[in-house]
């Protein structure tokens, strides 16, 4: 009874971003940002340092909502060892707060190993992917981070690449959703 007859309301008169969390409900993806890194990157730091171009900034549009980030890295190795990874947030004016708990000895990493030795170890290549569902309470910009270190001085540890060789066998990626909490 009564109403638009059909075909009446297209895309084009729906205004851009009519559709608002509350519309969408619950556990809905409302913003996505995505950092693709594409060339390679090396440290042999045995403090944690940035992996330079693997981070993505978001802004929450209500502090009640949640960022869920994921994030695939590619590394390489020269050494049989254990190396960090370690995701971090940055909230705007604020300090860093490492994110994504382990079980190991150092509980606010991501641990891996390289347990290859002799001539296949520097064609090694560890896929680490990992994901995180955060409740950063603002609707301040937010950055995520990954950082890294290594425990040997002598080791070193790349992204996007083995140890043998310096053409490029991967990409990285970190991606920031809003969730509507």
Known sequence: ???????IVDADMIAAEAVTSPKIGNGGIIQVKQTI??????????????????????QPTTNSNKILIRFCVH????AATQHVLQLVRLVSG????????????DATAMFYGSAASGAEAGWERNILSY?????PTTT???????????FDASATQYVNRPHST?????????TAMEVVA
């Open 1 to 7: 009874v009564g109403g638009l007859p059909d075909g």
């Open 37 to 58: 890194k594409t060339n390679a990157w090396s440290d042999n730091d045995t403090s944690y340092v940035d992996i330079t171009g693997l981070n993505v900034t978001i």
């Open 75 to 78: 590394m390489g190795h020269n």
């Open 94 to 105: 604020g300090s860093d707060v490492p994110i994504n708990p382990a079980t190991y000895f």
């Open 131 to 135: 994901e995180w569902l955060d409740s």
């Open 140 to 150: 301040d910009s937010i950055t995520y981070r990954l950082r890294t270190k290594v």
């Open 166 to 174: 310096s053409d490029l066998t991967g990409s990285s990626t970190i």
